[in-house]
């Protein structure tokens, strides 16, 4: 396969992006080409003072226009469904794929494995295994950015946005901030440590921290009282809908429409809960947006995600 110099192809999709890559810059050289081509040699043929014919200038040329039309469909659609159907690829993650958390910050990266293992500026996946990261800001915007992966996402403040990608060779390779944040922006980097699977496993269960993203969560759940409100069993009449099985759900709001209750949605839920009021309740539940931080919201959503319903079944972040 190409190579793009300086760079890794260190997974499933850097391939693919360099040969689309080097085909789009093939296409525009062939065209910057030609155009300088003809440029200078009617510039030279047409010159001041040159013996060219000028009688009798066309003023239209159909075959041209048809021809140039017709040439650059024909080179820009193929192109364009290639390109879409990469996006579409790299969009969807496979079912079976490996959940980090990160969070940006100024000016850093911190990741929050589902079971409590946090790191600064550096993540530990897998190799040959589809990694999902699931990523928001904590104040402006950032892009975290695998170079050797070939892939970017922005991060965002107030949404989570996911990059999903399968390493396929270990080693450490540099993490970036691709978003313009601030005056350290440019020190706002890392390392991706691809492992062998079985290093992996070995490397995120002797972590010290202990408790799960889940068990935190609980604890903040007790803490914070949401379970004044929200029981958690189908016997107990709360004053706040029941929150077993919700997640990956489809919920009916109050204004008659629905919605999918992703991470984002719970999310919502608890810093603005006035947003989106659940049909058949009361819109009493208070904001508890002074109370948490980012890394709670995500301790309480695993949470609410490992609440499975009555009959066991979990849609899986
Ligand atoms: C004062 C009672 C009360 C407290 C305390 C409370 N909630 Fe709620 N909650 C509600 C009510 C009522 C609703 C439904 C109306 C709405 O959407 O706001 C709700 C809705 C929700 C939903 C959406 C549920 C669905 O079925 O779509 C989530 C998620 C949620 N709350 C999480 C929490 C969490 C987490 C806490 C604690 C940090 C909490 N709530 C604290 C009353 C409460
Ligand atoms: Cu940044």
Same mark, same amino acid.
Request: proline share 5%; glycine share 8%; charged share 15%.
């Given at each position: 396969?190409?190579?793009?110099?300086?760079?890794?192809?260190? &997974?499933?999709?850097?391939?693919?992006?360099?040969?689309?890559?080097?085909?789009?810059?093939?296409?525009? &050289?062939?065209?910057?080409?030609?155009?300088?081509?003809?440029?200078?040699?009617?510039?030279?043929?047409?010159?001041?003072?040159?013996?060219?014919?000028?009688?009798?200038?066309?003023?239209?040329?159909?075959?041209?226009? %048809?021809?140039?039309?017709?040439?650059?469909?024909?080179?820009?659609?193929?192109?364009?469904?290639?390109?879409?159907?990469?996006?579409?690829?790299?969009?969807?993650?496979?079912?079976?794929?490996?959940? %980090?958390?990160?969070?940006?910050?100024?000016?850093?990266?911190?990741?929050?494995?589902?079971?409590?293992?946090?790191?600064?500026?550096?993540?530990?996946?897998?190799?040959?295994?589809?990694?999902?990261?699931?990523? %928001?800001?904590?104040?402006?915007?950032?892009?975290?950015?695998?170079?050797?992966?070939?892939?970017?996402?922005?991060?965002?403040?107030?949404?989570?946005?996911?990059?999903?990608?399968?390493?396929?060779?270990?080693?450490?390779?540099?993490?970036?901030?691709?978003?313009?944040?601030?005056?350290?922006?440019?020190?706002?980097?890392?390392?991706?440590?691809?492992?062998?699977?079985?290093?992996?496993?070995?490397?995120?269960?002797?972590?010290?921290?202990?408790?799960?993203?889940?068990?935190?969560?609980?604890?903040?759940?007790?803490?914070?009282?949401?379970?004044?409100?929200?029981?958690?069993?189908?016997?107990?009449?709360?004053?706040?809908?029941?929150?077993?099985?919700?997640?990956?759900?489809?919920?009916?709001?109050?204004?008659?429409?629905?919605?999918?209750?992703?991470?984002?949605?719970?999310?919502?839920?608890?810093?603005?809960?006035?947003?989106?009021?659940?049909?058949?309740?009361?819109?009493?539940?208070?904001?508890?947006?002074?109370?948490?931080?980012?890394?709670?919201?995500?301790?309480?959503?695993?949470? %609410?995600? &490992?609440?499975?319903?009555?009959?066991?079944?979990?849609?899986?972040?």
């Amino acid at each position: 396969m190409i190579h793009l110099p300086g760079l890794n192809q260190a &997974s499933t999709a850097a391939g693919q992006v360099d040969l689309l890559f080097l085909v789009l810059l093939g296409i525009s &050289s062939f065209f910057v080409l030609l155009v300088s081509g003809l440029l200078i040699y009617f510039g030279v043929k047409y010159r001041h003072g040159s013996s060219a014919d000028r009688s009798n200038p066309p003023a239209t040329n159909n075959f041209l226009e %048809i021809g140039w039309t017709v040439a650059l469909l024909v080179i820009g659609l193929p192109v364009f469904v290639w390109a879409a159907s990469m996006y579409f690829h790299d969009e969807v993650p496979p079912n079976n794929v490996l959940v %980090i958390n990160v969070l940006g910050k100024q000016w850093m990266w911190e990741v929050v494995h589902d079971n409590g293992r946090r790191e600064i500026n550096e993540i530990h996946l897998p190799v040959n295994y589809p990694v999902k990261l699931h990523m %928001i800001s904590q104040d402006v915007i950032h892009s975290l950015w695998i170079p050797d992966f070939r892939v970017k996402q922005d991060v965002l403040p107030g949404r989570y946005t996911t990059l999903w990608f399968e390493a396929t060779e270990t080693g450490e390779f540099p993490l970036r901030c691709a978003e313009y944040c601030g005056t350290q922006h440019s020190g706002m980097t890392g390392t991706v440590f691809v492992m062998e699977q079985a290093d992996y496993q070995a490397w995120l269960e002797n972590a010290a921290q202990g408790t799960s993203l889940a068990a935190q969560g609980e604890q903040l759940f007790s803490r914070l009282g949401c379970a004044a409100c929200h029981k958690l069993n189908e016997q107990e009449d709360g004053r706040g809908p029941l929150l077993l099985g919700l997640y990956g759900r489809t919920v009916l709001l109050e204004d008659g429409t629905t919605i999918t209750a992703d991470a984002d949605y719970i999310r919502r839920s608890i810093v603005d809960p006035q947003a989106q009021i659940v049909a058949g309740y009361e819109p009493i539940m208070p904001t508890f947006a002074n109370q948490v931080d980012e890394q709670d919201l995500l301790a309480l959503i695993s949470y %609410i995600q &490992s609440l499975a319903n009555e009959d066991g079944a979990n849609q899986g972040k």
